[in-house]
């Protein structure tokens, strides 16, 4: 094995590689290092633990997945936004399988608060996102929006059912789009 060292952007990509081939539960320390052709120890300079690889591992992957989801998005309605979001992940999770739905269910039921953290952090980019997104409408009927249900409420309420959407492997977003086009459209 040659010992030279790596970088940190090669043991990801490779990790990156891994998971699209194998899925999440391939990255650990080892694997990792032979697939760098390096000496585990390496992948440890960066990495102090296989908890801190697989969340820089899924961090990597959803900068991939969320930098192609925003490109050129402003333009669009909040329900397109929403239906574009919905494909790109669904279209990330074709290049690494079960991606989205193994990293939620393991960071949510893990102890491990820092899997959690990064989780919330880039679920809250994209809600985020999305409340620009429905701020930046111009065809959204305003009086639907009270004390009762803010647009943050109605961001939440709209990714708490795409999450359920792409963990039950829905085909497309189709119900939800519904949904929002009868509440925050006027006719």
């Not at 009270?146 to 497309?172: E, G, P, R, Y």
Request: contains cysteine; charged residues 25%.
């Amino acid at each position: 094995m040659n010992k030279i060292v790596t970088s940190r952007e090669n043991i990801l990509m490779k990790s990156k590689e891994m998971v699209a081939e194998h899925g999440l539960q391939s990255i650990n320390m080892r694997a990792v290092a032979e697939k760098c052709d390096v000496a585990v120890g390496s992948v440890y300079n960066y990495f102090p633990s296989k908890n801190d690889l697989l969340i820089a591992t899924v961090a990597s992957i959803w900068r991939e997945l969320l930098f192609d989801a925003v490109e050129d998005t402003a333009q669009l309605s909040f329900t397109e936004n929403v239906k574009s979001l919905f494909f790109k992940i669904k279209k990330g999770e074709e290049k690494y399988p079960l991606f989205f739905s193994l990293h939620a269910i393991s960071f949510t039921r893990s102890s491990k608060p820092k899997g959690k953290e990064a989780m919330n952090q880039y679920f809250d980019t994209i809600k985020a996102y999305l409340l620009a997104s429905l701020e930046s409408d111009p065809l959204v009927d305003s009086s639907f929006f009270s004390n009762a249900c803010t647009q943050n409420d109605f961001v939440d309420f709209v990714f708490s059912n795409m999450i359920t959407l792409l963990l039950k492997q829905a085909a497309s977003c189709d119900i939800l789009i519904e949904i929002i086009n009868k509440t925050i459209y006027s006719k």
